[in-house]
């Protein structure tokens, strides 16, 4: 008698099939955050490396003119954004005056602008009610008394326009979290929300070394009335 090999094989159940589907989106959920956490944290490191080579390229452009910055569309001629004055000292120049993680990065590469924005305090002289200067220029590295401590240039805000002009702060308007907001993105990387508090932001220095700071201990120190563009050693007298 000829045996019968029994058929074990059955398909699977409909809750069977949904217990992998699920287990599947779960995957493909934690493998979709995990990218997106490793390509924010690639655009940060990015954006520190631009950081630090504009502010080589600003020391350098400050030694071979006269001890003094590039100027600001504020007091340079019509159309000139600083960057532009730092290309000769920047390698991969068109990369590195864009953040990666700018949403307005082709707009800006478009209209020759920058995803940077310099400290005003530094860079914009001050003037009276009639024009004249009003103390003297520290748009020069030897007019700061604690370089370590100065901040230079910031991660330019959503709301700041594209084009080459629209290249300073106005850091003397910083009274409020809304102020500050209107010039710079301290939430840049790592954004979450709208409110600006829930990311993180990179800040260069005179000194040439560039940090990461959170959002949020930002605000705090807005709030305490302590405006991170002052300049140490000036604004503190």
């Known amino acids: 008698m000829r045996s019968q090999r029994k058929n074990n094989f059955r398909g699977m159940t409909l809750v069977e099939l949904l217990v992998v589907f699920a287990i599947v989106a779960v995957l493909v959920a934690l493998l979709t955050a995990g990218f997106r956490k490793f ?4 655009d940060q490191i990015t954006c520190l490396n631009n950081m630090r080579q504009i502010g080589v ?3 350098v452009y400050a030694d071979e003119h006269n001890g003094v910055y590039p100027l600001t569309s504020h007091t340079a001629e019509q159309g000139q954004s600083w960057i532009y004055a730092l290309g000769e000292y920047l390698s991969d120049f068109e990369n590195v005056r864009i953040c990666p993680a700018d949403p307005k990065a082709k707009e800006r590469l478009a209209m020759q602008g ?3 924005i310099l400290n005003s305090y530094v860079f914009v002289p001050m003037v ?3 024009g004249e200067p009003d103390g003297p220029a520290l748009n020069r590295p030897a007019a700061l008394p604690q370089p370590a401590r100065t901040l230079l240039m910031f991660c330019c805000s959503d709301d700041i326009g594209v084009r080459a002009g629209d290249d300073h702060t106005h ?4 009274t409020s979290w809304a102020a500050v907001r209107r010039d710079i993105a301290p939430d840049r990387h790592f954004r979450k929300g709208t409110d600006g508090l829930n990311g993180t ?3 260069l220095f005179a000194d040439g070394h560039a940090e990461n700071w959170q959002a949020a201990d930002v605000k705090k120190r807005i709030d305490m009335g302590d405006n991170i563009a002052n300049i140490p050693g000036i ?3």
């Not at 390509?39 to 690639?42: E, H, L």
């Not at 850091?171 to 910083?174: E, F, G, T």
């Open 171 to 174: 850091s003397d308007r910083w």
């Open 235 to 237: 604004h503190d007298r």
């Open 57 to 59: 390229g600003l020391q």
């Open 39 to 42: 390509r924010a944290k690639g």
């Open 128 to 130: 009276d009610a009639f």
């Open 114 to 116: 920058t995803s940077y």
């Open 201 to 203: 932001s990179n800040y």
